[in-house]
């Protein structure tokens, strides 16, 4: 039986590019991890395709999927819902495959009370004046919306506590490749390999 995936959970403000990053990483053909795409109620985006970037759901389809217990992990950010669906990662962690989460940080920390053993992944600005243009120039949002995440990045860059790695994104392909050296090394932490060794001591028949 193959030993359990880890669940890969990466974070941080809107607009520090946690998807340009997460792109960068799954563009490698060493990757090893399978995506969760995340399901959202906000509005699809230009370029934007159901399945791939997000699962695109009405509100009562989303509210109707937490009333059944099927979302890991869910948030409400500037009027709309994130969440996780719950079947999906079980079933690709139990194969042994990696999962790799991007959402947003008050669904990382529902995800780190009911799964406490995932590696947490906090990506940070430089500084925020750099996040500031960043947002500007998606051109997607208001000047209002703009301020609001603004705000929220500062409170979420508090709760930077509660990961268990920092990366900063100053540049996508060295954020990326840091990211990926984390993974590999938390595949080596003996308490996510000491049960392969104790079944082999347990099963070793003695020499004499």
Known sequence: ?????????????SGVGKGTVRQEIFSTPDHKFEYSVS??????????????????????????????GQILEYAEYVGNYYGTPLS???????????VFLEIEVQGALQV??????????????????????????RGTDSKEVIAQR?????????LMREYDYAVVNDQVPLAAERVKRIIETEHFRVERVIG?????????????
Do not use: C, H, W
């Open 1 to 13: 039986m193959s030993e359990r995936g880890l669940l890969i959970v990466f974070s941080g403000p």
């Open 39 to 68: 399901m959202t109620t906000r509005p699809q985006r230009p370029g934007e395709v159901d399945g791939v970037d997000y699962f695109f759901r009405t509100r009562e389809e989303f509210e109707e999927l937490i009333r059944n």
């Open 88 to 98: 999906y990662v079980n079933e690709t962690l139990d194969k042994g495959i990696d």
């Open 112 to 137: 780190k009370s009911k799964v406490p053993d995932g590696v947490f992944i906090f990506l940070t600005p430089p500084d925020l004046e750099q996040l500031e243009e960043r947002l500007v120039g």
């Open 150 to 158: 603004i705000k929220r990045a500062s409170e979420e860059i508090a």
């Open 196 to 208: 392969r060794y104790d079944n082999m001591i347990k099963n070793t028949k003695p020499l004499v």
